[in-house]
């Protein structure tokens, strides 16, 4: 059988689609959907360096700079925005799929076409994002998806209120989809898989959280 890549039926019929990738001999449209992501993940990251999304630490400070600081520092968000754009999605496609391959033995390429699916989730929740963080003024913390805003109402910890802002209803979906699939695929004990799973998004959710605790204007 010859698996065809259509990313949004992985998601809305993933039964179907875990079947057939279990019994793939061959993939097609691999190419074209991996240029299609890069694309789209370009496009968003971009959009939001434009709108200064991320980049609220940097704009309380505008008034202690100088013009040429505040340049460097607009310069330095939207590349940094453009280059997250292209590393983004290699990261999570590629990389993450080498580390499933190694913990739950499945073929690579299946692994890679599993996480193309959920990187579609991970583009969907953002762009959904866009128009809160624009038309409300409001930061990452401040995710409707997320426990972020409850967070905030018992923590004072602005690194365990980043931490609980990266968990979102999309998160929760993609770690049920991804323990579907790669348990559908891998002779691996399910509670093995899904331990490698957690421990993998809890590792992705720190990362990003010590991310947004950096302030931008360390570096400008």
């Known amino acids: 059988m010859v698996y065809q890549v259509r990313l949004l039926k992985g ?6 689609s875990r079947y057939q990738l279990q019994n793939a001999e061959g993939v097609t449209r691999l190419g074209s959907k991996l240029l299609l992501l890069y694309f789209l993940s370009l496009l968003v990251y ?23 600081e505040f340049e460097a520092g607009k310069l330095l968000i939207m590349g940094g925005n453009m280059l997250a754009g292209l590393l983004y999605p290699s990261l999570y496609i590629f990389l993450s799929s080498l580390y499933f391959w190694i913990v739950a033995d499945v073929p690579y390429i299946k692994v890679v076409i599993v996480q193309m699916t959920l990187f579609c989730l991970q583009i969907l929740e953002k762009v ?42 999309f998160q929760l979906l993609i770690i049920f989809l991804q323990f579907y699939y790669i348990r559908g695929l891998s002779d691996r004990n399910k509670y093995l898989i899904f331990l490698m799973i957690g421990l993998f998004y809890l590792a992705t ?14 570096f400008v």
């Not at 809160?132 to 923590?155: A, E, K, R, T, Y």
Request: zero cysteines; a negative charge.
């Open 11 to 16: 998601i809305f019929e993933p039964y179907r």
């Open 128 to 169: 959904l994002l866009i128009p809160f963080f624009i038309l409300l003024d409001i930061g990452n913390d401040g995710n409707p998806f997320s426990f972020g805003v409850i967070s905030q109402h018992f923590l004072r910890n602005d690194y365990v209120i980043h931490f609980f802002s990266e968990i979102t209803i």
């Open 205 to 218: 959710w720190f990362a990003k959280a010590f991310l947004a605790y950096i302030h931008v204007g360390v």
């Open 46 to 68: 971009a959009v939001g360096g434009y709108f200064g999304i991320g980049s609220e630490s940097f704009s309380k400070q505008i008034t202690t700079m100088s013009e040429n």
